[in-house]
């Protein structure tokens, strides 16, 4: 299994970034994906879910009506789509593999740094 994101970067308050997720190793069709975030200092941070086919997204309170959580299956890839990002969104941008209830599988992450 191999995790791949990217896209993050440094952008000020208010401001847009799509992460993207790169998958192989297993077939991605077959299983809910996640995004995981950690701040520093701070432990980690469910964000938001996603079903196999798409039809079904979950986000966590602090991103709700902010982030846009997709994927494309022919494309192997998980996106993330965050809006009006702010400073306590700073932190590493975790993909990961869901299996049951739990992710199994993590990315190496990719860093958001929110800040003017």
């Known amino acids: 299994v191999q995790l791949v994101e990217s896209g993050g970067g440094m952008v000020q308050p208010g401001g847009s970034l799509r992460l993207s997720c790169a998958a192989s190793?297993?077939?991605?069709?077959?299983?809910?994906m996640s995004w995981v975030r950690q701040a520093p200092g701070k432990g980690p941070e469910w964000v938001s879910a996603i079903n196999t086919g798409g039809s079904s997204t979950y986000y966590a309170d602090s991103v709700k009506g902010r982030f846009t959580i997709s994927r494309d299956n022919a494309k192997n890839t998980l996106y993330l789509q965050m809006n009006s990002l702010k400073p306590e969104d700073t932190a590493l941008y975790y993909c990961?593999?869901?299996?049951?209830?739990?992710?199994?599988?993590w990315g190496q992450g990719t860093q958001v740094t929110v800040s003017s």
């Open positions: 990961t593999k869901v299996s049951g209830t739990a992710s199994d599988y």
């Open positions: 190793g297993f077939t991605f069709s077959f299983y809910d």
